[in-house]
Nanobody
Framework: QVQLVESGGGLVQAGGSLRLSCAAS????????MGWYRQAPGKQRELVAG???????NYADSVKGRFTISRDNAKNTVYLEMNSLKPEDTAVYYC???????????????WGQGTQVTVSS
C-alpha cells in the first residue's frame, strides 16, 4: 500500500508565498516522475510542474518563473515553492507520482488527497 500525503496549503495574499510538500510512504521500491497538478472550481485538473527521478523539471507556462519544484529522493518527498502568488493560482493542489511498489515490476500512478491554496486579492 502506498500513500501520498500533502501539506502546506492555506490562505495567502496576492504576492505572497507558500511551500507545498508531498511525502510518499508505504511499500515503495522506487519513485519515478513526480508532479503537482491543480484544479480550480469549474475547471479541469491541469499540470503545474513535474520532476523526473534525475531532477529534470517542466512547468506550466502560467507558473514559470514563479514556482519551483524539487524533490528529496532520500525522503520520498516532492516540494512546490510558490512565489508571487496570484488570485488565479487559487485551486486544490494535488501531488502525483509514478511508483514501483516492492514486489511488483510495473510502475503505478498515485494521487494525494489534495490541499487547498487560496490567494486573496
Amino acid at each position: 500500500q502506498v500513500q501520498l500525503v500533502e501539506s502546506g496549503g492555506g490562505l495567502v495574499q496576492a504576492g505572497g508565498s507558500l511551500r507545498l510538500s508531498c511525502a510518499a510512504s508505504g511499500s515503495i521500491f522506487s519513485i519515478n516522475a513526480m508532479g503537482w497538478y491543480r484544479q480550480a472550481p469549474g475547471k479541469q485538473r491541469e499540470l503545474v510542474a513535474g520532476i523526473t527521478s534525475r531532477g529534470s523539471t517542466n512547468y506550466a507556462d502560467s507558473v514559470k518563473g514563479r514556482f519551483t519544484i524539487s524533490r528529496d529522493n532520500a525522503k520520498n518527498t516532492v516540494y512546490l515553492e510558490m512565489n508571487s502568488l496570484k488570485p488565479e493560482d487559487t485551486a486544490v493542489y494535488y501531488c502525483n507520482a509514478w511508483i514501483i511498489v516492492r514486489g511488483l515490476l510495473d510502475e503505478y500512478n498515485y494521487w494525494g488527497q489534495g490541499t487547498q491554496v487560496t490567494v486573496s486579492s
